[in-house]
């Protein structure tokens, strides 16, 4: 062979070696900015689900406004309000023939489950008909609220009285 022939060949090989490693270095390059990209990838779609979880919550909190805001007039605000409750009853029973004394008013609750409420002990005297109707008005109050005993007793001279304990619910949650 000649010099020339071994010049070239020394040469292509060199050639070919620059080459090999810049292709090499080339498919590291591409592995690593691949995984660079897959972590971006999926931080991206971990921050697109973050996002439409945010859309959605904001969303549901506007449209359930309206319904909040009904279930919040079955409730007291607050313990202290009981006042807004004992006003209603107290002008209901007038307009239904008894005479209503309000004997106790006390908060209470539950600690296990969280629970709030007051406990109202009303005593109200009247004819038979109209004290079974302001029980069942009672009853039906539009608050959260259960009867929890009733004690009806026949009077001389035709009359009655009752005697109910109550308790009415108060909206209470904790952030």
Known sequence: M?????????????????????????????GTKEKQLAEQLVAIKTQNDREQTSFRLEKIAKESAIEREEIKK?????AGESITFLTQVESLAPENGVVLKTDSLEEGGNKETNEKWVTATFTFSGTRSSVERFITILENLPYLSQINSVQLIGKDGG????KVTMQVAVLHYEI
């Open 159 to 162: 009359g009655w009285e009752a």
């Open 74 to 78: 079955y409730f007291l605000p607050q």
């Open 2 to 30: 000649s010099r020339i022939t071994i010049r070239n060949f020394i040469l292509s090989l060199i050639l070919l070696l620059v080459v090999f490693g810049i292709v090499g270095y080339l498919y590291l390059m591409i």
